[in-house]
């Protein structure tokens, strides 16, 4: 049975730092970018976990009103999305705040441009001509957009007509690709990799595809960004079963220091990610 995208830590992407900061930016712009600058570059994980419902809340507080702008409820939607994929395991869970992630990511996007109201009811033809005339400055809204579309998918994987939409969802972050490929640290490639990995190929799968998605995020990224490698080694060498790779690409990530400016966080997770997928290799293979 299909399993898609199981996006456990495409995530903690500036959209959710910058979110934390957003919240606050009409106290002060430099406590923002501080606040911001501070979670990016923290060490330890399980705080950022512990702290970030404080700050779902408040947004939530602020998202739900009416009046709220687009730009707020896309803060909502990439602070909800980002948190139901990092750091909650129970699919009762997950599938409820991935779905309001979602419900804020139609409703702010909506707000932004017409363009991006009721495009999931769109029929394929309408559907793919708005999102190719997407204008370049709406693009970062077409991602968060898409972003939220996945995560709603993945914890909706038993509900066909949510399946059904992957395909939409894919053609957004190509997008995105099209405009500019480095945003949230090749974010998109990123997504896109996992998409054509999440099929063995004797089902349809692309594990060249994703190959080349996963390559070209190491490239953009000079290597700094260890999720990467980790879905790399996740993704598509546990899909293909080479092991070889597998063990090159998590030991590459053990080996390598964690700090860079932005990415500190992440690779932390991603070091301790790569330690378990390390420890259940042989399992996995043999």
């Known amino acids: 049975m299909l399993r898609v995208l199981h996006i456990s830590m495409l995530l903690l992407s500036l959209a959710l730092l910058s979110s934390c900061g957003a919240i606050i930016s009409n106290q ?8 911001s600058a501070t979670i990016l570059n923290f060490e330890d994980p399980e705080t950022v976990k512990t702290a970030t419902p404080t700050f779902l809340i408040l947004i939530d507080s602020i998202a739900n009103q009416d009046s709220a702008s687009g730009k707020t409820q896309m803060v909502a939607a990439q602070m909800y999305g980002s948190f139901a994929g990092a ?8 599938r ?3 779905n309001k992630a979602w419900g804020y990511a139609q409703s702010g996007s909506c707000k932004i441009d017409t363009l991006f109201c009721d495009l999931p009811q769109l029929d394929n033809k309408r559907f793919n001509s708005i999102v190719s005339d997407i204008p370049d400055k709406h693009l970062d809204t077409a991602y968060a957009y898409a972003v939220a579309w996945l995560a709603y998918i993945q914890t909706n994987s038993n509900d066909w007509t949510a399946l059904a939409q992957l395909a939409r969802a894919q053609v957004m972050l190509e997008r995105v690709v099209e405009y500019d490929e480095t945003i949230d640290n090749a ?9 054509a990995a999440s099929l063995p190929p004797s089902l349809g799968g692309k594990p060249e ?3 080349y998605h996963f390559d070209r995020a190491i490239m953009l990224t000079e290597g700094k960004s260890l999720l990467i490698k980790v879905e790399y080694a996740r993704r598509y ?5 080479d092991k070889s790779l597998h ?10 220091p964690i700090k860079y400016d932005g ?7 991603a070091q301790a990610e790569a330690e378990r997928l390390l420890a259940t290799e042989d399992d996995y293979f043999d």
């Open 237 to 241: 060498a546990r899909g293909i079963f």
């Open 187 to 195: 974010g998109p490639h990123l997504y896109l990799g996992a998409i």
């Open 87 to 94: 750091f909650v395991t129970e699919p009762k869970r997950q």
């Open 28 to 35: 002060t712009e430099k406590l923002s970018d501080n606040l």
């Open 209 to 211: 595809q994703a190959k």
């Open 247 to 256: 063990h090159q690409l998590l030991s590459d990530v053990l080996q390598s």
């Open 263 to 269: 990415l500190t966080l992440m690779n932390a997770w």
């Open 96 to 98: 409820l705040l991935s």
